[in-house]
């Protein structure tokens, strides 16, 4: 009898995982997302029934049918959904096109529990995004922002956990005490940004205990000396063009912050307070936008206008270069070649004269047949192994192989550095692989050269687990593939740039194992070749300032001299193929960006190893590196 | 047991190893591949193939020349036509009996056939080596290639035998019933039969094509299945004749 129980009990069908699951969603910054850009995608899951696990998936289809260059991308992260739990995972997704749908679905082992469908036609903009992150602003601050881009009111918690994330966002607007409570991978993301470029406008209120956060302090390091009442801010007449009167009383915050700008100051009162961290900047408002008498000023409009103008200080140092020449050079310079046909040629001919001659011995003397037969053996059996020893099995080995290109800027005396990496992968047998930059998440998307005939890359899986971030994919035979990363990294480069009356020097630690090589300094509109930076050491660069105006100052032809200079011709390397390909775009792009900046010096220079490592699970493919370093100093005048 | 295939070389021997025309035909076979092999050799970098996502033909190419001679020779060989041309056959135009229809099959012909048509096929071993690795094939295809190889000139060989068997050496339908199998079988069956075809195993073979493992056994069963339908044709025929020849 007990045992019939317990044969129904068994056999009973367990309720399905999918009816105790359910999802919710928050596409972009509420609901709204810019094509072409990375756009936040949270997604919250709650389980009411047994423990599981599995993988969570959103699936982003680019490309249209006409082109025939439709296209999925999977980001998937793995959760895990104990008895009635409910959990949120942040993905950044890169959405190229709002014709096909969004899918996000919760996978175990090939079967889907939760699907969704999203479609992006009624999200999409056209404009950058200006963003209001509070969970409560009245609508008026919404209306009265710049018409150029979109306004949204994001609530804090759905705001990205990746820098990337904000990359549509042209202006964000949160009060510190939003700040304070974001999470922590959310304020990593939302520092990174503005030391990478970011726009943060920020305001204290009447609790200014936030400010005193230790995080926020780290960024913003305000000094609360109080609070003042006020009835004007007249010195915003010459901020923005109208000042701000009120019949009522307003507070203010006094406050000090060190290393920043007063922008606008009310008597010795820092109204409108601008702060550069990294290359991004923070602009601190000691009064509360979303109070009156601020929130029913009519000279809003004005305002915002003013703050958003001042964006454009913002000047990131990258020198922009183009993707296909990069990989134009990576195509020359494929880990793995064809034996040379010269050396192809010397060996069957070595082969078929050695045949010949012991074949005419064999025929021609029939005493030594059998020795002869031996020869021919032993002859056949040579060429046989040294064919598999130095072609087959080298072919053999190298048949997955890769190479990288970095592009490192950097902006200022020890700053983070912003890495442009491509990684090109080839293969010329069919190999499945998993490759991974690391913990730090970084925007990862394939790129395709204009020379290559297919329109699409392999399928592949930007996976997301305990150890960061991982490309899941697989190569044809004879096909490749590549990538773009985005990323931020210690520069690897430190120092500082002095000038006095003779002098302009450079102090320069390089912390690399490899030497910088080929080095170019582009100072007061003149490029100058200085000796190549040792690896691991501390050294001074000192150039006379005398010399330096006898050099010629730099005009667009003078490009070919400085490439014929780094020789580049002379042997087919990846460096000087690279030299060959990029140096003009780069000099060029550095001689237009900092032409007008007297004050800061440039240094390019080349460094042939790896800055970012690829990690591979369970093969271990050839290589070559190659990495440019793009550096702007300011120049310090001694006294 | 007598093995003078290894150094006979008188009439009674179909195609003895130190023959001055296997020795001749084999070299030029080499030189014939090698040529192959150094004009499809790929001029542009390895990057541009695997821009276009093409492989080389280089494996496909060398090892469907190196088919196409082997199989030849190996029928030639088979059908007599390698038999050194001494004073009894200029002068008497009449077949003389070889070792191999002399003999019993199973003792002797088949042991000469399994041993020549390897020794034939090891003078293109580096060449198809070089050809394996432009091409970047595996070890498991190159050998599987070779034993394709090997296969169709040992069915070849057998077929040639059978032909000479039936119609003798000096026959003209022997002559050209030898050649038209050849070219049915390599060529023909690629339109009508290609599952049995050999160059179009090859041609599998060198793309990697998903389930040519299941093709390549099918093909070397079907292969290995009719070439021991003709071992004991062969075998049968020969002691037809040795018997025919005691009691004669």
């Known amino acids: ?83 009635n739990s409910r959990k949120r995972y942040a993905f950044t997704v890169l959405i190229k096109s709002f014709t096909h749908e969004m899918i996000i679905r919760l996978k175990q082992n090939e079967s889907i529990h939760i699907s969704q469908s999203v479609d992006l036609r009624s999200h999409f903009s056209e404009k950058s995004f200006a963003v209001v992150a509070d969970d409560f602003v009245s609508p008026d601050i919404l209306a009265v922002l710049p018409k150029t881009i979109d306004p949204v009111n994001v609530p804090p918690k759905f705001l990205p956990e990746t820098w990337y994330g904000y990359d549509s966002v042209k202006l964000l607007i949160m009060k510190t005490d939003s700040i304070r409570r974001l999470r922590e991978k959310q304020f990593q993301a939302l520092t990174q940004w503005i030391k990478q470029g970011g726009y943060l406008i920020t305001a204290g209120s009447l609790n200014y205990g936030s400010l005193s956060d230790k995080r926020i302090q780290g960024i913003l390091p305000i000094n609360v000396l109080g609070q003042r009442r006020l009835f004007e801010l007249k010195s915003l007449n010459d901020f923005c063009g109208r000042s701000l009167h009120s019949f009522e009383s307003f507070l203010v915050l006094n406050v000090r912050m060190e290393n920043s700008d007063v922008l606008a100051r009310e008597s010795d009162i820092p109204i409108i307070i601008q702060k550069h961290l990294g290359v991004g900047q923070i602009v601190f408002l000691a009064f509360d936008y979303n109070t009156q008498p601020f929130s029913n000023w009519d000279g809003r409009g004005l305002f915002w206008e003013k703050v958003l103008s001042m964006r454009s200080w913002i000047d990131p140092p990258r020198v922009s270069v183009d993707n296909n020449k990069i ?3 990576m195509l020359a310079n494929v880990p793995a070649n064809f034996p040379n046909s010269q050396e192809v040629f010397m060996l069957i001919s070595a082969y078929l004269g050695l045949l010949w001659y012991f074949m005419k011995k064999l025929r021609t003397s029939a005493e030594r047949r059998w020795r002869n037969s031996c020869f021919i053996i032993l002859i056949v059996f040579i060429f046989s192994l040294i064919s598999y020893w130095r072609f087959f099995y080298p072919t053999n080995t190298k048949a997955f192989t890769y190479n990288s290109f970095c592009q490192l800027d950097v902006s200022g005396p020890n700053n983070v550095a912003s890495a442009k990496y491509i990684i090109g992968l080839y293969a010329l047998k069919k190999s499945a692989y998993r490759l991974g930059f690391g913990s730090f998440s970084n925007s990862i998307t394939h790129i395709l050269s204009q020379r290559a005939k297919k329109k699409t890359p392999e399928p592949y899986i930007i996976h997301e687990n305990h150890i960061g971030q991982q490309i899941i994919s697989f190569l044809d035979k004879w096909d490749h593939n590549f990538y773009s990363v985005t990323s931020k990294i210690k520069t690897p480069v430190v120092g500082k740039a002095l000038r006095d009356n003779e002098h302009l020097t450079l102090a320069i630690e390089n912390t690399l194992p490899h030497q910088i090589v080929d080095c170019l300094i582009y100072y007061n509109r003149r490029f100058v070749f200085i000796n190549d930076i040792r690896a691991n050491t501390r050294q001074h660069i000192k150039l006379k300032l005398a010399d330096l105006r006898m050099t010629e100052m730099f005009y667009e032809e003078q490009a070919e001299h400085i490439i014929n200079r780094l020789n580049v011709q002379a042997t087919s390397s990846y460096l000087k193929t690279s030299q060959g390909n990029l140096t003009e775009d780069v000099i060029l792009g550095i001689h237009a960006k900092f032409r007008s900046k007297r004050d800061s010096v440039v240094l390019m220079g080349w460094v042939q190893g790896a800055i970012i490592q690829p990690k591979f699970e369970q093969i271990y493919p050839g290589s070559k590196s190659l990495t440019l370093i793009n550096w702007e100093l300011p120049v310090e005048i001694a006294s | 047991m007598k093995y003078y295939y290894l150094t006979d070389e008188s009439e009674k021997s179909l195609a003895p190893f130190f023959s001055k025309t296997v020795l001749s035909a084999s070299f030029v076979s080499a030189v014939f591949l090698g040529v192959v092999l150094l004009m499809i050799w790929p001029r542009q970098p390895l990057s541009d193939f695997v821009l276009a996502n093409e492989e080389p033909l280089a494996f496909f190419l060398v090892f469907t020349a190196a088919l196409i001679i082997s199989a030849y020779i190996n029928l030639c060989c088979g059908c007599g036509d390698m038999i050194r041309r001494g004073y009894y056959i200029i002068n008497y135009r009449t077949d003389m009996a070889t070792f191999e229809k002399e003999i019993d099959f199973l003792r002797y012909g088949l042991i000469e056939f399994l041993w020549h048509t390897l020794i034939l096929l090891l003078p293109f071993l580096p060449l198809l080596l070089l050809a394996a690795s432009n091409s970047a094939a595996s070890f498991t295809i190159f050998i599987a290639a070779v034993s394709i190889l090997y296969a169709v000139s040992l069915f070849c060989r057998i077929f040639g035998f059978v032909v000479y068997l039936i119609w003798g050496r000096m026959n003209t339908l022997g002559y050209i019933v030898a050649r038209a199998f050849l070219v049915a079988y390599l060529f023909g069956t690629i339109f009508l039969v290609p599952f049995i075809n050999p160059i179009n195993l090859l041609s599998l073979l060198s793309k990697s094509t998903y389930g040519v493992g299941y093709r390549f056994v099918f093909n070397m069963t079907v292969l290995t299945a009719i070439i021991l339908l003709l071992i004991s044709a062969s075998h049968i025929m ?11």
């Open chain 2, 238 to 248: 020969v002691k037809r004749h040795i018997l025919k020849e005691e009691t004669r």
């Open chain 1, 327 to 329: 990989m134009d050079a």
């Open chain 1, 1 to 83: 009898m007990l045992f019939t129980v317990i044969v129904i009990i068994g056999a009973a069908p367990l309720p399905a995982i999918s009816a105790s699951l359910s999802m919710e969603y928050s596409l972009g910054l509420n609901g709204r997302f810019q094509l072409h850009t990375w756009t936040p995608v949270t997604v919250v899951i709650e389980n009411r029934g047994r423990a599981t696990r599995g993988i969570l998936e959103v699936i982003v289809t680019s490309g249209s049918e006409y082109h025939q260059n439709v296209f999925q991308t999977t980001y998937a992260i793995d959760v895990d959904l104990p008895h």
